[in-house]
């Protein structure tokens, strides 16, 4: 999961960035790679990247709340979120009332707010949030309304590299002791 060196953000990336205390990410196509295995049972699977989980931990660590928001109802979503002591959000129709209503809860404003999604039914809370991110493989649609783009690929450490710029911005950087934190 090599990716190239990314430049230094811009001052208005890093400035959003800073801000953040509420990360939302969608499931299918931003931590995962999209595909949905069905067994002849019916039982439908996902793979998670433990990259992606161990800087949603961090993110946690450092104090930024997280939780997962999908239009798709899944227990392998659920059970996730549940390992990496987040939020799950699942059977969501509307995806910005539901990132509005965290943010409520927290009692945050909308600049607060990243998400980071992949597809059309992300366009919303993309274009409300205070910092919109995607995947590198996203849909080409969506690009104009994020102010970051991953350079890896979903579910192969793309939110890992979102949570890292995330964390870099509040002086955190790549946190050398990880120990205990959940992948």
Known sequence: MSTPPRPAPSADLAARAARIRLVCFDVDGTLTDGRLYIAADGTETKAFHVHDGLGIS????AGIAVAFVTARTSPAAEIRARDLGVEAHT?????LACVEALRTRLGLAAEEVAFMGDDLTDLAVLSAAGLAAAPADAQPAIL?????QSN?????GAAREFCELLLAARG???????GGARQ
Not at 58 to 61: C, E, G, M, V, Y
Not at 91 to 95: A, V
């Open 172 to 178: 955190a950087g790549q946190s050398g002791d990880a």
């Open 58 to 61: 961090l993110l946690r660590r």
């Open 144 to 148: 104009g309304h994020v102010h970051w």
């Open 91 to 95: 059977g969501i129709k509307d995806k």
């Open 152 to 156: 890896a690929r979903a579910g192969a």
